[in-house]
């Protein structure tokens, strides 16, 4: 009989380089089964899954519109994390944000979109910070745990939003729970006409760049990765720490406001309760997934992008359900956390 | 009878070699000596033998047969057992959950038979602790025996010591001997790691010298004297330092007045501290561990905040200053466990900056250049074995000291608070150690030095203050202090009336 042993040892450079491409073959196996249960072919799903979207220019830019939120959010989670910060909160922080952009479109009317729209990104950033403030601050001052505070308060805001929008900004001609339309001077101009391609893609693609500057090129950046990797040492190395929890927390929450202001400015121009399909959970799974790297990051958004373009065009054509979409974005992770874990390993016979 | 044979073992971590065709034979019921400077490669060898490496090449056998080891579980099945220089406890337990962590029958713990059969462990084994006490509050001396017990609880048939002594003092270490001793006559196998030649020399029946990942040869013990194995281990003669006598500034440095803190456990654990350190002086903080002076270093490093007092520095208050403040006042700070004191997933070079990023910012931006230059002129100068752009987590206990010796004394401190700063270091390296103490001295800066190694003390201090339960008990001019002497106000036998030096 054969028998295998278990043993730490780390993976050659070559496999390591190739686990995004394993994990996704390993994703496509373990879906499989569920597409034929749904009574589809797996080899026709993953071509709208990951080809079709790409071969149109509609689509293609709906890949980039989609990964807008994603990549912000994921900026915005990462941001936390690296300090050691676990924001859980960038939903509610992401609606901050859009409560803010939401009100600002309505009031900036006069100005020209020169000056309205950074008036509309600081509002959504200031508004997020504001938001991510609170726990943050019990964090640092009275060591209140960050993961409980931030996602409770998640909660919190979607009564705020669902108090405004059938409360005093109700629409009174429909009678629906949506906030006035936001007039058009502050709306986000389009990259390319008659696509919803907008000025929020540049500013996801900023922060991308941002991101990386900050942690590998600046002062903080290098404080906040002490920070988060080894508290006590770069506490007495003089990194004050508990600030630099408290700057990352506070960038975390802007950015993640900033998400806001541009699903209202750029997609919606108006406040809805349904903004957010959750972009601020999902940054979590793409900041994990892009190993809090700011490259990582974008390729996990834009990955995340594309699986969601490819789940609508799927489920037109092929009639499965719309969930498929993010079971795969959630085996994606599983299997590629798991990878990065068993990488350390290999199996032998004995 | 060799209980363990190591054949050919070679160990890369990228281009390092640390382990290069190592042979090493164990026999049944000796205490083998394994010997070399900072980096040779030891620890990692004995990683390998506990499965927490896999050799690239070589084979390991143990009782003639050839094994696998693969995890220290497997080592452990195999009466294999180590106590690494890093402790593996877990802090929040106490130490009988510690030491039958993983190594218990039934599914149910009970705490008080538990912690009954650890007290009979440990008294067998005469290793002092308290069971119930939770591994958090000890003392890093303390940490050590419940590491040792921890093994010798698990049955082990060989032992694994991984630089044991150097967190022990003088008396501790004859207790351990004494163990050991006892435990050689019933048949256990000790392998020794020591910087150490009078441990050597002392306890082992062998000895291996290890050098640059090479084994220069085994020898008998018997059969070999300090100066050999001194040789084989730096190839060439070492000498010790020595302090030369002169005058001591007259100016105060570091003033520390009737200062009070608490432990973690916010039980008072220093109590009314003076002291004084003045301009090229070393002031030695005598005293057997956990008798405050983790906490005295962490109140002078702006890591704790004293409950009463004042700390001056060269005439600045610095009560309750925050750790980055005490640095930009002139403090370099050497703690007592190195890996507080980096970040080990940061690099080499952003280690050594990371205390004084002011100077590699410009406009807030990391001056990347810059701070690879300082490291690499720091590496060069400090003689530490790895490169700028190593994490310091990958580098031996001895080099990563010298990281830290490099960051503060480069920078000229006024104050030197130098915590156990020999601790782990081989001889070459304690030599050099020491020598840059005494220049700091001799530059004219106070040197306040805590330790537990008595010889160190006396080599270095001008004065030397012995704490005993968070109190100073007495403070001797080096011509007065002698072991014997020190060693009875360390067991708080005998006190000098308080303040009648500290003052001075
Ligand atoms: N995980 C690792 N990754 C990379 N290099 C390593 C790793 N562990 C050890 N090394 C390198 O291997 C060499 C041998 O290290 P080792 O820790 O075995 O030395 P040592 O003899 O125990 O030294 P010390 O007396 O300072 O503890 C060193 O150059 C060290 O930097
Ligand atoms: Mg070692």
């Not at chain 1, 991510?132 to 805001?157: F, H």
């Not at chain 2, 782990?424 to 800066?445: K, S």
């Amino acid at each position: 009989m054969l028998r295998f042993k278990i043993e730490k040892t780390g993976a050659p450079v070559w496999m390591r380089s190739l686990i995004p491409v394993f994990a996704l073959l390993v994703t496509f196996l373990i879906t499989s089964g569920l597409i034929l249960w749904g009574q589809a072919n797996p080899i026709q799903a993953y071509y709208y899954f990951l080809i079709a979207p790409l071969t149109s220019r509609v689509s293609a830019l709906e890949v980039l519109v989609k990964s807008t939120p994603l990549i912000l959010s994921g900026v915005a989670v990462t941001f936390a994390f690296v300090a050691g910060y676990y924001n859980i909160g960038a939903e509610g922080q992401l609606y901050a944000g859009a409560i803010a952009a939401a009100w600002l479109g309505t009031v900036l009317g006069g100005l020209p979109p020169a000056l309205a729209i950074p008036i509309m990104l600081l509002g959504g950033f200031i508004a997020g910070a504001l938001w991510a403030l609170t726990p943050a601050l019990l964090r640092v001052k009275l060591a209140v745990d960050e993961v409980v505070t931030t996602l409770l308060l998640n909660s919190v805001m979607l009564f705020i939003v669902s108090a405004l929008l059938n409360g005093p900004w109700r629409s009174p001609v429909s009678g629906w729970p949506q906030s006035p339309e936001i007039a058009p001077s502050t709306v986000l101009p389009k990259l390319i006409p008659r696509s919803r391609l907008h000025l929020g893609f540049v500013v996801a693609v900023l922060s991308v760049v941002v991101l990386w500057f900050v942690l590998s090129r600046t002062v903080f950046g290098l404080k906040m990765r002490a920070a988060g990797l080894g508290r006590e040492a770069a506490r007495f190395a003089g990194v004050n720490v508990g600030r630099t929890m408290l700057i990352a927390a506070l960038i975390s929450g802007g950015i993640a406001g900033i998400v806001g202001v541009s699903e209202v400015a750029g997609i919606h121009f108006h406040l809805i309760e349904e903004i957010s399909p959750g972009y601020g959970y999902t940054g979590i799974l793409i900041a994990t997934l892009g190993a809090l790297n700011a490259w990582g990051v974008a390729a996990a958004a834009l990955f995340f992008g594309l699986i969601d373009t490819g789940t609508q065009t799927l489920s037109h054509a092929m009639g499965v359900p719309i969930y498929l979409g993010e079971v795969t974005q959630a085996t994606m992770l599983l299997v590629t956390l798991a990878m990065l874990l068993l990488q350390n390993y290999r199996i032998r016979r004995v | 009878m060799d209980i363990v044979q190591m054949r050919g073992i070679t160990k890369r971590f990228g281009p390092v070699v640390a382990n290069d065709h190592i042979d090493f034979n164990l026999r049944k019921g000796e205490i083998h000596a394994l010997l070399g400077e900072n980096g040779a490669g030891k620890t990692t060898l004995m990683r390998i033998l506990y499965g927490l490496y896999r050799a690239d090449e070589g084979e390991i056998l143990v009782e003639g047969w050839p094994v696998r080891i693969n995890s220290p579980k497997d080592a452990i099945a195999l009466g294999i057992g180590m106590v690494t220089q890093h402790f593996a406890l877990v802090p929040p337990l106490t130490v009988a959950e510690n030491v039958v962590l993983g190594f218990t029958d039934g599914f149910v713990l009970e705490k008080a038979t538990i912690e009954q059969r650890v007290a009979e462990a440990a008294k067998r084994f005469g290793l002092e602790v308290d069971p119930s006490a939770v591994v958090r509050h000890l003392s890093v001396g303390q940490r050590q025996r419940v590491e040792i017990l921890k093994a010798l609880y698990r049955e082990a048939r060989v032992l694994i010591l991984d630089e044991p002594t150097a967190v022990l003092v003088p008396q501790e270490i004859d207790a351990l001997f004494e163990t050991l001793e006892r435990l050689r006559a019933g048949g256990l196998s000790v392998i020794f790691i020591t910087h150490k030649l009078e441990e050597v020399m002392r306890i082992s029946d062998r000895v291996t010298v290890l050098r640059d990942g090479r084994v220069v040869g085994t020898v008998e013990t018997a059969r070999t004297n300090e100066r050999e194995l001194a040789r084989m281990m730096v190839g060439r003669e070492t000498f010790g330092v020595r302090r030369e006598e002169r005058a001591v500034g007259e100016q105060p440095l570091l003033q520390v007045e009737r200062v009070c803190a608490e432990d973690d456990q916010g039980l008072p654990a220093l109590k009314e501290v003076s002291l004084v350190v003045h301009a090229g002086e070393i002031l030695g903080i005598a005293g057997v561990g956990g008798n405050g002076q983790k906490e005295l270093a962490e109140v002078l490093s702006g890591v704790r905040r004293p409950t009463s007092g004042r700390i001056l520095v060269d005439g600045q208050d610095l009560t309750g200053a925050t750790p980055d403040e005490f640095t930009a006042a002139g403090v370099g700070r050497i703690p007592e466990d190195r890996h507080a004191g980096v970040v080990g997933e940061l690099s080499v070079a952003e280690n050594l900056a990371l205390e004084y990023l002011e100077e590699f910012a410009r406009g807030g931006m990391l001056d990347r250049e810059a701070i690879r230059r300082h490291a690499e002129e720091l590496i060069q100068r400090f003689q530490i074995k790895a490169r700028a752009t190593d994490r310091a987590r990958t580098l031996s206990g001895g080099n990563l000291q010298k990281l830290i010796l490099a960051r503060v004394l480069s920078r000229d401190p006024k104050v030197v608070l130098a915590s156990q700063p020999t601790r782990g270091l081989d001889v070459g390296a304690t030599e050099y150690v020491r020598q840059q103490l005494l220049a700091q001295r001799a530059r004219g800066a106070a040197v306040l030095l805590i330790s537990e190694d008595l010889d160190e003390i006396l080599a270095l201090s001008d004065r030397i203050a012995v704490m005993y339960e968070g109190e100073i008990v007495g403070v001797l001019p080096a011509q007065d202090a002698d072991p014997e002497r020190l060693g009875l106000m360390m067991s708080g036998a005998v006190k000098e009336r308080q303040g009648a030096y500290a003052e001075v």
